[in-house]
């Protein structure tokens, strides 16, 4: 039977979009194709003139050769008649003959051709390389050609500094060595060298042919200028938590979503990934502060966003700011509760056309997989299990046995996968236009079959200024297709037998799976991969324009237009065929969905900066904004589809016979918002900000639709002051804040009851009538939560800012926390409870960064670790009813005073090993040697539900970062290490292997308890539904409880980069190849496949329940640009 595909669906039906990428794509192609004709004549000239001015025919070799002419105006007479007829000559042929019986002598220097005038003897005058010159290149001409060297502090040549001739697009870089050569349009020009981790330089020529600088490191970073929102304030002055991403060290993980690649470089920052093809990773800032919602808060280029999700090109970032605490976070009041993540994208700059391509490969595999037993041990330990129990074992290990069957099923499901990433760029601009262009493609071919996710990106930005006027815009397209496999195939490879062939004539569609004879109600995973085709399509556009006046020097206002439509069609086809044991007989069936989003937002800002006296700074906004989003969703479930005659199906509505179910909602919001900010500076010593937002939203009832967020913060730089004088520290700061900030965590209309007008109904005798519903209890009076936070900070610089250090202590206290598990008297009608704000919780937390630089050895690196240690409690719950305190999700219990999620249940003491100790246990009567001894936690002498307690949190107690960065000439070494540690995880899939409940394969190697084997920690094993041996396989114990710490060598990166002359001669400025390994090592006690779970849910964030483990990755790159 034929694999039905469903990438060959539409997601528009004219393919306008298709159309559109594809325009972009040719544009970007021809513009790319024109930039490498314009170098290509380099290798042959062809000239003809008769009696022509010399001036013409050099204009003509430049065009031609892409070599630039100099030349003495007082030597060279470019008024020369030359006579020349050559077709396809060499650079040096054509210059031999243009100066042929003339007293002009030529020097190719790199690009360069230098003219000079010949000495009576025919020998060239000297020292004509440092001598001004004139070029004669079209209209821009060049009088001036500087040489120089660009050097760190310790004398070092710099590779890669930017040489740009202030005011004009007129730039070079130097090379390896730091030289450099670039010539100007005047000997009055200046000269801008600028380089990350470097202050920037301005040097005024002053007729100067020869001009060697050394660069300051900025090892603060900047003059680095953080994005706080609506503001920059240069990293060393701020007053709030701020965690700035290094975004080089991000972008060398290979990750789908900017979350995955945060992980381990930020404090306070916790993420957690699964490894499927197109996954979300969930991202937690500063620990818990909603039972419902605890996402952070994306803006990306001023857009507001719930998330930064998989459709966004990682390569397009130019930096990453998380605001941890109210008074950086309030300035976007009550969506920041949880955090806020402000992405900047990459923007043109001043200076010549700039073109960067990047591209890599990756190869992924499993880096685990469970240890099974084959279709031998298997029947050995069933057929043990069955006599144990005092039964026939089943057929298929006894009677029935095939040796010939031993299916692998993890083989049969795991494979090879690979990743690939494709980027083009181009940038440039002058001083009153700058533009940036990025296309980019992304596929990852998951590791577990029917899983892949593939990615089309495309992102421009412009912006003009005149005058005191300033427009500019920001838009990306991004088309993504990802494919799912149904189920969950890390729970469906081991429940399947080994005695299960993997495809059966016998059975409806042809595949294998549980019968009487092996007696299993597991999946077989690849039946349902084949039979069960799921995709998602999605195409997002994200983008806004804006306008800027300069109203003032020191004030500014700015109007900012913003849009994000999001479409998404998912469809499921299912064929005709079974893939488990008893499994209904069920048509071939489609359901498809189709949803789109708009949301719009309009802005005015109004900037202040401005300087009074000598030690007063003030910088201040004021805003409003309103926002709008609609949402519009409609599904369809058909079926009765037939095969067509090769046995394979087309995958359309209207070949379905029966529409089986139809349905649609609509859902809108709006919000608008007024909000300022002020921080005031005095003399660099004493800081203070002051923050307030007021939101209205359309979410909440009438009577709760407002809130307000202020916050306000302190800082003192004690370093400044003049009783203090240490001479090693560089730098020392004193921070405090506090404020308040909101959580919107429901939907639209929660505070409005509906009515189901469809049920039917009969009383007695009378006929069906129609009736109506109330579908859900309401709250009118469901309100914000309420998230407070107190943050202490204090930034040291030690040792000429060879040492760096940030530490941080919170405290965040939410209130109104909503909960959906306060109970309401059933006879009001609904299905379950509504939203309530009743609880509350506390966060206490920890964070250290500290980084040590070394730049003055031949061997520079730096070395960055960073440390988190955060506890959550509750504080109320509400009214929960009977006096109860706590909140139970399966395996987990929320109680007041404790963290939210822990671990509850029985704990285990070892395993009886005679009838002595059963009976001197007392509370399991029912038990027998080689049975599981449960501790009897309320010494009733009964073991039941009483006897559960708290066996273990999911929250870590501590996680940290390790990143490592060293260069050696051209060589450069990354490496980051990652660590949680004091986690528990629930080994779910390891309670499934371990059960003999004849419903999954076995864990190989297990020696079970006998007589003869007493010293064990695995129980007897016997095939018998009596309590003892339900009590050996409850699941609500601590015998799948595993500490779950972990320390990952999350990634490893040797680069090589090309030298500069090497790059000059092919027409390259930069080129870089690079190899990694991404989680190559992972040192943990954990014996499931990954550690690093992601969860079942919130109150479950440990539940190992088949998570799909980080692939191992080995990838190639390369990195040019030109």
């Not at 503001?231 to 972008?251: G, I, M, N, P, Y």
């Not at 979503?257 to 490894?275: D, M």
């Not at 005073?897 to 009886?912: A, D, P």
């Not at 409880?1041 to 980069?1057: A, I, K, M, P, W």
Request: net charge neutral; aromatic share 10%.
């Amino acid at each position: 039977m034929k694999k039905t595909s469903l990438g060959k669906l539409c997601l528009f039906p004219s393919g306008i979009f298709t159309k559109s990428m594809l325009a972009a794509l040719l544009i970007t192609i021809s513009t790319f194709q024109l930039h490498a004709v314009d170098t290509t004549g380099k290798n042959s000239i062809s000239l003809t003139f008769a009696n022509a001015r010399l001036e013409e025919v050099l204009l003509s070799v430049e065009k031609q050769s892409g070599y630039t002419f100099f030349y003495q105006s007082r030597s060279i007479d470019l008024s020369r008649k030359v006579t020349i007829n050559i077709n396809e000559a060499s650079l040096d042929e054509t210059m031999k003959l243009i100066f042929k019986d003339s007293n002009i002598a030529y020097k190719i220097k790199g690009d360069q051709i230098v003219l000079r005038k010949k000495d009576k003897s025919g020998v060239t005058t000297t020292a004509i390389d440092v001598e001004p010159v004139e070029s004669i290149k079209g209209d821009e001409v060049f009088v001036a050609a500087i040489v120089g060297k660009v050097t760190d502090d310790t004398g070092a040549g710099l590779p890669g500094v930017s040489v740009v001739e202030k005011g004009s697009t007129n730039g070079t870089t130097s090379d390896a060595n730091g030289d450099y050569s670039i010539s100007v349009s005047n000997d009055d020009a200046t000269l801008v060298f600028s380089f990350i981790g470097y202050q920037t330089m301005e040097v005024n020529v002053g007729g100067r042919t020869t001009i060697d600088v050394s660069l300051v490191p900025d090892i603060q970073s900047l003059a680095e200028v953080v994005v706080i929102g609506y503001q920059t304030v240069k990293r060393k002055d701020l007053t709030d938590a701020v965690s700035v991403v290094k975004v080089d060290d991000a972008k060398k993980i290979t990750a789908t979503t900017v979350a995955e690649a945060l992980q381990g470089l930020a404090t306070g920052v916790n993420v957690r990934s699964g490894g499927r093809p197109g996954q979300e990773s969930i991202i937690e800032i500063r620990g818990v502060g909603s039972l419902v919602n605890n996402n952070p808060f994306y803006v990306i280029d001023g857009l507001p966003s719930t998330i930064a999700n998989r459709d966004f090109n990682p390569n397009d970032i130019e930096s990453i700011q998380i605001l941890k605490d109210a008074s950086a976070a309030a300035i976007y009041g009550a969506r920041a509760a949880n955090g806020v993540i402000i992405i900047t994208t990459k923007k043109g700059a001043e200076g010549p056309l700039q073109v960067n391509f990047s591209a890599k490969y990756g190869i992924q595999r499993l880096p685990n997989r469970w240890d099974l037993t084959d279709n031998v041990r298997f029947a050995d330990l069933n057929r043990t299990a069955y006599q144990n129990g005092g039964e026939l074992p089943m057929a298929s290990v006894s009677t029935e046995f095939n040796p010939d069957i031993n299916t692998d099923w993890q083989d049969a499901v795991m494979r090879v996968g690979y990743v690939q990433d494709y980027d083009l760029s181009f940038s440039g601009g002058g001083k009153a236009s700058k533009y940036f262009i990025s296309g980019n493609y992304f596929t990852n071919h998951g590791t577990i079959i029917g899983t892949s996710y593939d990615r089309i990106s495309f992102r421009v930005n412009s912006e003009g200024q005149k005058g005191r006027f300033k427009i500019g815009e920001n838009l990306s397209i991004v088309s993504s297709d990802e494919d799912r496999m149904e189920g969950n195939p890390f729970i469906d490879m081991v429940r399947m037998l080994p005695v299960i062939p993997i495809k059966d004539a016998n059975n409806p569609g042809g595949y294998g799976y549980g019968s009487d004879k092996a007696t299993t109600f597991g999946t077989n995973p690849v039946a349902l991969n084949n039979l069960v085709q799921s995709g998602l399509k999605n195409v997002r556009m994200r983008g806004n324009a804006f306008a800027e006046l300069e109203i003032m020097s020191w004030m500014r206002y700015r109007f900012n237009l913003a849009m994000e439509a999001n479409f998404d069609r998912f469809a499921s086809f299912r064929e005709l065929g079974s893939w488990t044991y008893n499994q209904p007989v069920e048509q071939a069936s489609l359901q498809e969905s189709r949803s789109q989003s708009i949301n719009t937002l309009t802005e005015h800002t109004i900037n202040i900066n401005k300087r009074i006296g000598e030690n007063h700074n003030i910088d201040a906004v004021l805003g409003f904004n309103f926002q709008k989003d609609r949402y519009d969703m409609t599904g369809v479930l058909k079926t009765g589809f037939a095969p067509l005659p090769d046995g394979s199906y087309q995958p359309v509505l209207d070949q379905g016979a029966t529409p089986t179910s139809v349905g649609g909602n609509i859902t809108e919001w709006a919000s608008y918002s007024f909000f300022g900010r002020v921080n005031y500076n005095y003399a660099d010593r004493y800081f203070v900000s002051g923050t307030v937002r007021r939101d209205a939203d359309s979410r909440f009832g009438p009577t709760n639709r407002v809130g307000y967020f202020p916050s306000a913060a302190l800082a003192w730089r004690i370093s400044n002051e003049k009783f203090f004088q240490v001479q090693a520290i560089n730098d020392l700061k004193l921070r405090a804040s506090y404020g308040q900030l909101g959580n919107v965590t429901i939907g639209s209309y929660q505070f409005v009851g509906s009515i189901n007008p469809n049920p039917r109904f009969v009383f007695g005798d009378s006929p069906i009538l129609l009736g109506a519903t109330q579908t859900g209890l309401v709250n009118p009076e469901v309100k914000w939560e309420d998230r407070s936070i107190t943050n202490f900070g204090l930034d040291l610089s030690l040792l000429d800012n060879a040492i760096t250090m940030s530490t941080e202590y919170f405290i965040s206290v939410s209130r109104d926390v909503l909960t959906y598990d306060v109970p309401f008297a059933r006879y009001l009608g609904g299905t379950g409870n509504p939203p309530v704000n009743a609880a509350s919780l506390e966060n206490r937390g920890i964070e250290l960064t500290v980084t040590y630089r070394n730049e003055k050895n031949p061997v520079k690196f730096d070395v960055t670790g960073n440390f988190s240690s955060i506890r959550n409690e509750i504080l109320e719950l509400g009214n929960l009813g009977e006096g109860r305190t706590y909140i139970q999700r399966g395996l987990t219990r929320s109680e007041i005073g404790r963290s939210v999620g822990e671990y509850y249940g029985l704990k285990t003491n070892g395993i009886f090993q005679n009838p002595d100790e059963v009976l001197a246990h007392g509370a399991q009567p029912y038990s027998q040697p080689g049975d599981i001894r449960y501790v009897n936690n309320v010494a009733d002498g009964v073991l039941d539900n009483n006897d559960r307690q708290y066996l273990g949190s999911p929250w870590p107690k501590l996680t940290a970062g390790l990143i490592i960065n060293a260069r050696y000439k051209n060589f450069g070494l990354g490496i980051q290490f990652y660590g949680s540690y004091g986690q528990k995880v629930f080994n779910t899939v390891g309670s499934i292997i371990d059960r003999f409940d004849d419903n999954s394969n076995y864990r190989n190697g297990i020696t079970p308890w006998t007589e003869e084997n007493p010293n064990t920690n695995f129980p007897r094993i016997v095939h018998k539904g009596d309590q003892a041996i339900q009590m050996n396989t409850r699941g609500d114990t601590d015998r799948w409880l595993e500490d779950g710490s972990f320390t990952r060598l999350r990634n490893v990166e040797l680069s090589y980069s090309v030298p500069a002359a090497t790059l000059k001669k092919i027409g390259f400025e930069t080129a870089r190849i690079y190899v990694s390994g991404q989680n190559l090592l992972t040192f943990t006690k954990y014996s499931g496949l990954d550690p690093d779970v992601v969860g079942t849910n919130f109150f479950e964030r440990t539940v190992d329940a088949g998570n799909y483990p980080a692939s191992r990755t080995f990838s190639l790159g390369l990195q040019c640009g030109f």
